[in-house]
Every structure is written in C-alpha cells, then in structure tokens.
C-alpha cells in the first residue's frame, strides 16, 4: 500500500513535467523562460508547487511509516 501511495506521487510529479512540456510546445515558448503566456504560467506554477510540497511529503511519509504501530487484530505490521 505505501509502495503503491510513493510510485502514484512520484507519477503524479512526473505528469506535472510532462505538462509543462506540451505547454511549452503549444505556446513557443522556450526554456527556461517561464512568464508570457498565461497556459504555461498556470502548468508551472502547478509543477513548481507539486515539487514544493513532495520535498515535504515524502520525508513525512517515511516518518510516518517508521512510526506506525500494527493494527489490533492485524496478522502482520502494518509496513510489511
């Protein structure tokens, strides 16, 4: 289950790149300006925040997990 939350956020930010790329395509513009057209301005800034906020995200999850307690009545630990 953490696997599956880590590959669909690493996914996720990778989709972000990707974007920002076809928004570059269609409006001509260049790397590594990132201001004049208002398509390409919204898809970076949704780029940028992602990452932003993965720099937090993934050192918590890790802290998460490291400090999870197995369920009552659960076989196995949770992080197995």
């Known amino acids: 289950m953490i696997a599956a939350v880590v590959v669909l956020a690493t996914l996720f930010i990778a989709y972000t790149f990707?974007?920002?790329?076809?928004?570059?395509?269609?409006?001509?513009?260049?790397?590594p300006a990132v201001?004049?057209?208002p398509t390409l301005e919204r898809a970076y800034r949704v780029q940028l925040n992602t990452v932003e906020?993965?720099?937090?995200?993934?050192?918590?999850?890790?802290?998460?997990?490291?400090?999870?307690?197995?369920v009552q009545g659960c076989p196995q630990p949770c992080c197995a």
């Open 35 to 37: 201001t004049g057209h």
């Open 18 to 31: 990707v974007i920002v790329g076809i928004a570059r395509g269609k409006t001509r513009i260049n790397a």
């Open 53 to 70: 906020q993965a720099i937090m995200f993934f050192p918590l999850l890790r802290m998460g997990i490291a400090n999870a307690r197995p």
